[in-house]
């Protein structure tokens, strides 16, 4: 089995699965009032598996059409996401709920642009970073104008506020510069300088502060931020005493949103220890799959940065969702790809995974006998 076929099964496979528990999650929801997978489970079941589907069918897509032309539709992309984020301020089609615009509503339609945002400032910066990309550059794309950019969408998940969402992007933006070339001498200063300012902005905001109390003493906040601190620490004592079986974990009934913010907690209380390792075993696979990839295609510094950037899109929420399940950090909200209720990131983390089979699909041109190259 060659590398690149062995590249396209850790991608899949893990993905896969990691989406098939999260719909079997969402799908055994109790029947009362609720967030997300609470309420009406059939409901929040199917909008999970069209989320599934649409994801899967964007990565297939993706990974059709290859590298050269998702970079050129980079700038494109970045404008949708970043005119879509911004929608969310507008009234009639932005939803205001608990202190904060992070989601859309049109018709039917409803989720947090976010995800795709992040995506494709991940993309525009590697698109616009590597010296020896995919596609020619736009005649004003440059990697100053890209890190502007990058830091507007950066700004505009502050406004939000979604600090998650600007950590990741942060992330984003850093791993496509690291994979695109740029030293480390340049990235680890800017990081530490950027990383700083966004703590510093967040400390601002008054629920941040509480958040960080309840974390720190929960016991004397067990009626505000502490209540979600100690009903997590109570889902780890339940899931090290055995599982209770899927759909009839206690912490559904006490966790504001089992089903998104706390999953992975949600998973070890009802399939035990075996059920988290497996969960931690299937993201260590799409993080191998995402590295073999890279190394194993031929494109240049460009796409290596696309395929950075795709990788921790996927990785760095999916490690900060599980720091918080584990009590690691503060609770800060944020999802686990594939396996939340998280319908938006769900499609978003389809397209990443293409992007990332389509990098171990990619080959070195072939050149004619003239030098040109024919593919």
């Known amino acids: 089995m060659g590398r690149r076929t062995v590249a396209v099964a850790l991608l899949v496979v893990p993905a896969l699965g990691l989406a098939a528990l999260g719909f079997a999650i969402v799908a055994t929801a109790g029947e009362r009032p609720g967030g997300p997978g609470l309420g009406a489970p059939t409901h929040f079941a199917i909008r999970q598996a069209v989320a599934a589907a649409l994801g899967a069918a964007l990565g297939v897509v993706v990974a059709r059409l290859g590298v050269a032309r998702v970079f050129r539709a980079a700038p494109a992309l970045f404008a949708i996401a970043l005119s879509a984020t911004a ?9 205001h709920a608990a202190g904060a615009s992070r989601w859309l509503h049109l018709g039917p339609l409803s989720g947090s642009p976010a995800p795709f945002l992040i995506a494709a400032t ?28 990058a830091l507007l969408a950066v700004l505009v998940l502050v406004a939000e506020p979604d600090f998650s969402a600007a950590a990741v992007a942060l992330s984003v933006t850093f791993a496509a510069l690291a994979g695109a070339g740029v030293t480390g001498r340049r990235l680890v200063p800017a990081a530490v300088v950027l990383a700083l300012a966004l703590a510093l902005g967040a400390s ?35 899931a090290a005493a055995g599982a209770a079986g899927l759909g009839h974990g206690p912490s559904r009934r006490h966790l504001s949103s089992p089903a998104s913010d706390y999953v992975f907690a949600l998973v070890g209380e009802e399939l035990g220890r075996g059920g988290s390792w497996a969960v931690v075993g299937a993201w260590a696979a799409l993080a191998a799959g995402a590295v073999l990839a890279t190394r194993s295609a031929a494109g240049g510094a460009g796409p290596r940065g696309g395929a950075a950037a795709c990788a921790a899109a996927l990785l760095a929420p999916a490690a900060l969702h599980i720091a918080v399940c584990r009590g690691w950090t503060p609770i800060v909200g944020v999802t686990m790809p594939f396996l939340s209720y998280d319908p938006a990131l769900t499609i978003a983390s389809g397209g990443e995974v293409g992007y990332l089979v389509g990098m171990a699909l990619l080959r070195a041109p072939t ?7 024919i593919a």
């Open 87 to 95: 929608a969310v301020f507008v009234r009639g089609i932005g939803v």
């Open 122 to 149: 991940g993309l525009l910066v590697a698109a616009w970073a590597g010296r020896d990309g995919a596609a020619p550059r736009p005649r004003l794309a440059s990697r100053p104008l890209a890190l502007a950019l």
């Open 204 to 238: 601002r905001f008054g629920y941040v502060g509480d958040r960080i109390h309840g974390f720190l003493s929960p016991e004397s906040d067990r009626h505000g931020h502490g209540f979600e601190v100690l009903a997590l620490a109570r889902a780890r004592a339940n």
């Open 367 to 373: 050149l004619d006998v003239t030098g040109g190259s």
